[in-house]
């Protein structure tokens, strides 16, 4: 059966009732690291080539797989992207990354240009979306998306930038998740009021931060009430993963 997004009718049944996907009236925590599900809280966990860890059958979490530019350099970059293609099959494995650009940490842009690129084409060869880590290489970032045409969406993840980089990255089709801290801030609320509702997610990034803190603040910054929010969540949940009618 042709997948979608990667995965397959047999898989999604799998995987819903085994409740590795969020049900209605779950917090949807979209990027997490090292995180613990909890009753009403569904989480999106990170899990990093160079960590070698692999999903556990958990309830109330699914995982993405990539290699972390921080954590890359000449000497692991091949066995980081064997270790991708290896593991991105696993059952529960949703989506590549966190993979992306950082101009302050990291190794040299040309090796994270050449990283990133190899997990793009794993995500298109896998139907699988991409969460992204990009700090200042905006430019590359974009450089990728108009070279490689992706037909996966992405998500940029902890995202705290202005209205016009959010309108710019939303216009190449990608969804926003705001960084937890940012999120938090009273000076988040205008960009929050400047972008369309059906592209943006709400994270903890693995932090101390409470996602029902966040979503209380971001309901309120956007008119809604938080049972209305987790519905538009879900629904932007179920659009990225590209999950069929009887998932949404």
Known sequence: MKPLNGLTKELLCYLNKAMHLPQPGDYIDIHVHGGTPAAGIFILESLMAHEEKLPHDASGVSYTY????????????NQLIISVENS?????????GEAGFDRIRGPSIELQRLAFE????????????????????????????????PKMPWLVHGFRGNVELASQLLSKGMYLSFWFDFILRPESRDLLRHLPVNRIFLETDGAEANIRTIYDKVAADLNL??????????????????????FI
């Open 66 to 77: 990539g290699i972390h530019p921080w954590f890359l350099n000449e000497a692991n970059h």
């Open 118 to 149: 190899e997990q793009i084409i794993i995500s298109e060869e896998t139907r699988k979306p991409v969460v992204i880590h990009c700090v200042r290489a905006w430019d590359e970032l974009l450089s990728v998306q108009k070279r490689r045409k």
């Open 88 to 96: 991105v099959n696993q059952p529960g494995i949703i989506a590549i």
């Open 225 to 246: 009430s938080v049972a209305d929010l987790k519905s538009v969540i879900l629904k932007n949940f179920n659009a990225f993963f590209g999950l069929p009618a009887p």
